[in-house]
């Protein structure tokens, strides 16, 4: 196993870099397009949040791999071309998005209506309410699902070598099927995946329990 | 794309045939995964020396190892065992394998979420372990988990989709070999997928929220 790793090293290491560029990008902006609808949920108008409902259950309910398959073979039909990164890195962003959005929506929710009266009847806008009171508190509440979804996201990474993303999962595939040392490969890239997502999830197993 | 076409009565019923294959090996993986995460979370929750350690550890290795790797395992690695299976037994497999690990984190942390006063008490009044543990903790702690292990299980349906790289002749496999005769079919495939896919794990989620409002 060791001369395998050896011998390939390189092209693990590409597959490693990919799947780290890839979960931090679609990381970063699921983040924000996830916080943007779990914001407009709690808004007051009934039209925006009926528009952030469906988003999120509409991206939460269809396979991932499904998504992804959308944006890599229907997108490019229509609209513009993608590369197999790039369609698999927009499909995770968006699925990954409306489970950030619901955990910070339930997050919003734990803070309580109190801070939002309170706030507002301290004179400040509905908007300054949550950007000074209502979200730091929610944040704090969901830091640890968050980790979670983060150990998720960096799983549900490897939905990239089905489009031919260049992830961890296709450079295994793709020494697998030229060594013929099938299980050995996979071991080694299951090795990659632990360093990223078990440090991860530890660290919020030990924020949990605080 | 060519929408009537594409959804004539042959193509929609080979699709629910493939449906019908995903929630077939769906219901197997949930019944099978929960009582084995019912199990082991019970068996990491309980210190039991040596034991408890070891299985909160292999728990932590599989949860954190994307399933499609446990795909790709059970496939290659089952025969090497000397064990001959079929696409369908292999992802019930490493369906299994994984998802019991995921439902035995919520297990555990469903006890968790039981005050320590519950099992002295128990313990206190003359049950056992096992009996505390039956007729005391499980109750309440099931009603807690109920939330995060039915959404677990609609993660459950929307993996099953993975299969399809060890061809489970499922849902996105038989839509795939639909769009393979005429590439004009892809779109309208795609789309009648998610929708199915959809409608499928919708209703699981609604469900799951109908049993939060209730219970949480």
Redesign the interface.
């Known amino acids: 196993m060791w001369n395998l790793f050896i011998d390939n090293w390189d092209t693990f290491l590409i597959g490693f870099g990919n799947t780290v560029l890839c979960s931090v990008i679609a990381l970063i902006f699921s983040l924000i397009i996830g916080s943007g609808f779990a914001i407009l949920e709690t808004v007051p108008s009934k039209l925006w949040r009926t528009v952030a409902r469906i988003y999120i259950?509409?991206f939460?309910?269809?396979?991932?791999?499904?998504?992804a398959?959308?944006f890599y073979?229907?997108i490019p039909?229509f609209l513009f071309k993608v590369n197999g990164f790039t369609a698999g890195t927009i499909g995770l962003t968006l699925y990954t998005s409306a489970f950030i959005a619901e955990t910070i929506r339930s997050g919003i929710g734990a803070v309580g209506d109190g801070q939002m009266e309170g706030a507002r009847s301290n004179g400040i806008t509905y908007w300054q309410a949550m950007r000074y009171v209502i979200l730091p508190q929610a944040f704090r509440i969901v830091i640890p699902p968050l980790g979670n979804q983060f150990?998720n996201l960096i799983?549900?990474?490897?939905?990239l070598?089905?489009v031919a993303g260049f992830d961890l999962?296709y450079q295994g595939d793709v020494i697998a099927s030229s060594t013929f040392q099938?299980?050995p490969t996979?071991i080694i890239?299951?090795i990659f995946?632990?360093i990223l997502?078990?440090p991860l999830?530890?660290y919020m197993q030990s924020l949990?329990q605080k | 794309m060519d929408f009537v076409n594409a959804l004539s009565w042959e193509n929609v019923h080979f699709l629910l045939q493939g449906l019908w294959v995903t929630i077939y090996v769906s219901l197997i993986s949930i019944a099978l995964s929960f009582i084995i995460g019912l199990v082991l979370g019970t068996v990491r929750y309980s210190k039991i020396p040596y034991l408890s350690a070891i299985t909160g550890f292999i728990i932590d290795i599989i949860r954190n190892l994307p399933l499609l790797l446990i795909i790709f395992f059970t496939y290659f690695g089952l025969p090497g065992l000397g064990i001959r299976v079929n696409s369908v037994v292999a992802s019930i497999v490493a369906l299994v394998v994984f998802e019991s690990a995921m439902i035995a984190e919520i297990v555990r942390s469903g006890i968790n979420a039981v005050p320590e006063g519950q099992m002295e008490g128990a313990r206190s009044n003359g049950m056992n372990f096992m009996q505390a543990m039956f007729y005391v903790i499980m109750p309440q702690a099931l009603l807690k988990m109920i939330p995060a292990l039915l959404s677990q299980f609609v993660s459950l349906v929307k993996d099953t989709s993975l299969a399809t790289i060890i061809i489970l002749p499922d849902l996105l496999y038989h839509a795939q070999i639909v769009y393979s005769q005429n590439t004009n079919y892809m779109i309208p495939m795609y789309l009648i997928i998610a929708l199915m896919y959809f409608i499928v794990c919708f209703c699981l989620s609604l469900v799951a929220s109908y049993l939060q409002k209730k219970f949480g």
């Open positions: 259950e509409l939460r309910n269809i396979p991932l791999l499904v998504i398959m959308i073979l229907v039909q150990v799983k549900n990474s490897s939905v070598a089905f999962m099938t299980i996979y890239v299951g995946y632990l997502t078990l999830s530890y949990e």
